[in-house]
């Protein structure tokens, strides 16, 4: 694409007029799944929801928001919000998180990058420490990527290596930690033998200890940095397997909020602080929940919490988690390169848009839909909108999260009459479905209805047209199943519960007086997925998409 205007010009649509105000409504984790008692979104009062899925059959279908559809390497990786929203925006797959750090280690990519080459600086007379989540979950990071750069960092000079160790139990299975740490521990004890000095320093759960986001709470970082950097902790343990046992077995643990600890020698000391002249490589891949930690690790100016001692390292990101604060400086593979976003291209075409969700969704409905970029494409035809989202609870204890805040300003926006575009995110479903509170989640799945009831309601009082889909799934299924399908119960007897996304299609949904008599989805597009949404919503502007986006879900008939 040039630079000059002429480059930017969409072209009109045949059929579909300009002018209509269209409102973009993201419910997030708000999948498809057969109606049972742990399908929150089927148990729970959604009229609105309700009433798109049974109005006409040609206005509402599912599509795809897992796997291949958005980026991700195989039909068995669950979608997430962020490459969910990527894909709504972009219009188009890229290759994604898990994607390119698999295709960096396959070809050995990743060790001639100056990412790898800076940490390789401290090889010699330094320790390399890695921090991530260790599980196969591969939504924030997978034990198998981290065991392969744990043998290409011995390979090339690493003497001396450290891991610190996060929890999982929310993308995989509560306990399935102990077997990841086995399998950890058995690979470290390989490269023992062939006489690198590679140990496991550190743990704790990953929403306890390092993996907060969006500055939601410092806290959790800091016990991270108490225990890897400082090497303090409330638990100290000679071995790490034998930690996480013994921690599971405190009333209400889980692995999620497991405590932090430290692995120590016979002598009590710690096996394994950052010092001054290590190198620290940050191995999940996913950007959410590794900013903080990186701002801690990088930022001279740091006032978030003391941190007592700050050693001066090199440090990389498995990714570079932010691409607007450039953080981290380095980082051992880059980012796919999402460029000619939807928003730009209507904003270029003077289409004034409207943004707004919830701090901990914010992001998605600006950054992640703008191809990782933060800021305005143009700031006098654009107005993004953050609500604070509740802090130092977890979502379920308010099930209804700024919903209704969030439909209020967007229906403000609506009646306005300032912008063509309004798009929302709403979080509840995930948030919600994500502390594995079945009760909380049915709750939160009826709040983000009456939310989009605000919504469509206001598109009704201004002619309008409306397009609601959602990201991936998570609330239409709580449950963990075993291969019939049906639920899985631990040793007590009781049921697994589900706190993770999952592979389930999405719905979209289509309406408003504003939509041309004849629109309907096409019926030739079975495997259309999020990437398909952006040349929808271009259409519904009255516009042609550029001719490599992922085609448009609908057609007009004539009547």
Not at 62 to 78: Q, R, S, W, Y
Not at 281 to 302: G, H, I
Not at 329 to 349: A, F, H, Q
């Amino acid at each position: 694409m040039g630079s000059s205007g002429d480059a930017w010009k969409l072209k009109d649509h045949p059929k579909l007029p300009k002018g209509k105000t269209v409102a973009v409504i993201v419910l997030d984790g708000w999948g498809e799944a057969k109606p049972n008692e742990y399908n929150a979104i089927s148990v729970a009062e959604t009229p609105v929801m309700d009433s798109l899925k049974k109005g006409a059959p040609e206005h509402w279908r599912l599509i795809k928001a897992h796997g291949n559809a958005v980026g991700l390497p195989t039909e068995d990786d669950m979608g997430n919000s962020e490459v969910g929203h990527n894909a709504l925006g972009a219009g188009r797959i890229f290759a994604q998180g898990a994607k390119l750090v698999d295709l960096a280690l396959a070809s050995g990519k990743i060790y001639d990058g100056e990412g790898f080459k800076y940490v390789q600086e401290c090889f010699e007379k330094g320790t390399l420490h890695l921090i991530g989540l260790v599980s196969d979950g591969g939504v924030h990071s997978r034990l198998d990527q981290l065991l392969l750069l744990l043998k290409g960092a011995a390979e090339r000079g690493a003497k001396r290596i450290r891991v610190h160790a996060l929890t999982d139990g929310r993308d995989v299975l509560d306990g399935s930690s102990v077997g990841f740490m086995e399998t950890l521990e058995n690979d470290l004890a390989k490269l023992r033998g062939q006489g690198v000095d590679a140990r496991v320093a550190s743990g704790g759960g990953r929403m306890y200890v390092t993996m907060d986001r969006y500055e939601n709470d410092w806290d959790v970082v800091k016990r991270g940095w108490d225990a890897q950097v400082l090497g303090e902790a409330p638990h100290h343990f000679k071995d790490p397997v034998e930690a996480i046992k013994k921690l599971r077995q405190e009333p209400n643990a889980n692995d999620q909020y497991l405590a932090p600890f430290v692995v120590v020698d016979d002598n009590g000391k710690p096996v394994g602080p950052i010092l001054d002249g290590d190198a620290v490589v940050t191995f999940n891949f996913r950007a959410d929940r590794m900013v903080m930690l990186a701002k801690a690790l990088e930022y001279e100016n740091f006032d978030k919490f003391d941190r007592v001692r700050v050693p001066k390292i090199h440090y990389a990101g498995m990714l570079q988690y932010d691409g607007e604060l450039k953080l981290p400086s380095k980082y051992l593979v880059s980012p796919p390169e999402i460029d000619r976003t939807s928003g730009e291209y209507l904003v270029r075409n003077g289409i004034r848009t409207f943004a707004c969700s919830e701090t901990v969704k914010f992001g998605h409905v600006t950054f992640f839909w703008n191809g990782n970029r933060s800021g305005y494409f143009d700031e006098k035809l654009e107005e993004y909108v953050e609500i604070p989202s509740d802090s130092g609870i977890t979502f379920n204890v308010k099930p209804k999260m700024k919903a209704l805040e969030i439909a209020e300003r967007a229906r403000e926006a609506i009646l306005s009459h300032k912008f063509d575009q309004v798009r929302v995110n709403l979080p509840n479903s995930d948030m919600v479905g994500h502390t594995g509170d079945i009760k909380a989640t049915i709750e939160a799945c009826k709040a983000a209805d009456d939310g989009v009831k605000m919504i469509l309601d206001a598109i009704e009082q201004v002619g309008g047209i409306f397009l609601v889909t959602a990201d991936h799934g998570n609330a239409e299924d709580m449950v963990k199943r075993n291969k019939k399908g049906e639920p899985l119960l631990d040793k007590n007897g009781n049921i697994q519960i589900l706190t993770s996304h999952t592979l389930e299609p999405v719905p979209i949904a289509i309406g408003g007086p504003g939509l041309v008599p004849g629109v309907r989805f096409r019926t030739d597009l079975p495997t259309g997925g999020l990437a398909n949404v952006a040349s929808t919503f271009m259409n519904l502007h009255g516009y042609e998409a550029p001719s490599d986006y992922e085609p448009t879900l609908i057609e007009v008939v004539d009547n």
